[in-house]
């Protein structure tokens, strides 16, 4: 059941991709691991980035969550500044996620969390409290974080 | 200390003026709580006992049977008052958290809007039924098979037989969802209802459905809690209030016999208020291995309090942290000390003296909480040894029936002592902690005599207990007697505490008050 769904929505994405998104399979067999490259949004500390992500279905897929998590380092409060990347917040948590949500959603999602970050649900708490106190010094590091780790 | 004559006296008839004023003030605290538990549910059953204690409360055991007849009963009767089907009635209830009166009212007021925030929006009355649409997609599989079977909730968003099942399998089985769950529309926040989940889903998932319901109404009372023994599936009532607790300690017991408090779920910890309780367990995990050893192999400097370990070496001590020199032996100042290093045999010295007494400040509070703390932990490993001793005896009850001819009603005097043991003991195991974080004043004279009493008749009982069994039968009397003194002194020492917790006598060096 799952795997109609994922195919098509896949070669939905491919039909129609979203802006400044590309997306590919990994490994052709696996349509369950996605790889995404998201370029930083216009206006946002991370432009001129590009960064790779990681959607993965779970076989419960639609009915539990997929994880996104970013490959690529990068400053911002809602990821995990570890050698996972995690995110967990809004549809992206198992009680809030619903099946009908989609992966265009998803990917719509963490693209509009690059350009507002989301400092109340926050997995960084000291990158929040500088995105609130001190957005300037924010900025710096997002960009220099970029410069470093998401150059094209 | 030297007055103990005077408070006493003073006390006794203190103590009758105080039997007076019990009376009422009992009285007016039962109002209070019955005031708050407006819930005609639950409160038709409830016995006042006419003869009721400071330390005893109201409460009712409930099995899940009557659990789920209470609901239905006030589902009923807000229906009627709302004109809503039982099933609309019940999300509306479980939504505002089983608040009656809170609901009727917002109801009375706003309608819609109360329908709308429960997910009840507006309605379309038809029974639910599945049904097959010509050119459907089912938007969670993709599936488009003519003949696709499909449901939707009253807010019109439609899905698949297969996938809503699903949706409903795991939130029920794997989330342990129930009242709460939403259509599965993303935004759509309209709840599953009773009928429709009857529809959809299997046997085995809907008896799941059911506990969980029933859960989420005792989780969602504030007069309710489940029993902590493990597999009991009953739960007690009681009126007593989270901002009471300061001033009750709400002891209830279960219909599987679990003592326990209903305003912290542990066990039974009469006469501790639940505050000092849980600061108690908490410092005896953190500390009591901690302090036992401090006590025994360390001496604090005598000038700035830092403990000190002697781990060898001579007794010239140098305090690491402030740099003081003293003796280890008379804790006076090293430089004192003239020729005679590593002998002291100076202990009469000014200098030891001021040592010692500053020694002996700051060894105060830890030994005073030794003091407690081995009471406390001695009668729980009592109550555990007067248990095992018991569990032989009652093998041996068998024998006593056999070689004294006594019938098996006449050999119940021992279980009768040994359940009076263990509850003494608990209660006896409290009045430490309780007493730990008491200041002194003329009251606590009273309290520890009563201590005292029930300790001694405690101890009195629980020595029979290791007599040879063949001599248990000429003692049947003696024991009844002293197991009826236990239980006398056990009430008499809780109604006392109770009494003045409730007029806010006793006097703690800690919050006891909620929330405070």
Redesign the interface.
Known sequence: ??Q??IV?EYSELQKKPLDGMRISLPSEADMHQWQILIDGPKGSPYEGGVFTLHLSLPT?Y???PPTLSFKTKIYHPNVTNDDKGSMCLG?LR??EW????KID?VLSFAKALLLEPQPDDAVEGGIAREYKENKKEFIKNAKAWTKQYAKK | MDSDDEFMSGLSSQDEDFGGVEESDDGSLGDEFDEDNPDVGFSQDKDIKPGKKAYEVDFKAFSPEDIQSHQDKQIDEVSAILGQSSEATAILLRHLRWNKERLIEAYMERPDSVLETAGLGPESAQAPTTKVVKGFTCEICYDDIPGLETYALKCGHRYCVDCYRQYLAQKIKDEGEAARIQCPTNGCHRIVDAKSLDLLVAAELKSRYQVLLTRTYVDDKENLKWCPAPNCEYAVECGVKKRDLGKIVPTVACACKHRFCFGCTLSDHQPAPCLPVKQWLKKCEDDSETANWISANTKECPKCSSTIEKNGGCNHMTCRKCKHEFCWMCMGLWSEHGTSWYNCNRFEERSGLDGRDAQAKSRQSLERYLHYYNRYANHEQSAKLDKDLYNKTERKMTGLQLTSGMSWIEVQFLDTASQALQTCRQTLKWTYAFAYYLQRNNMTEIFEDNQKDLEMAVENLSEMFEKPTAELAALKVDMMDKTSYCNKRRVILLDYTAQKLKTGEWKFNVDIAMGA
């Open positions: 059941m799952a109609k769904r098509k419960e639609p009915f539990k549809m198992a009680d619903k099946p009908s949500s959603a």
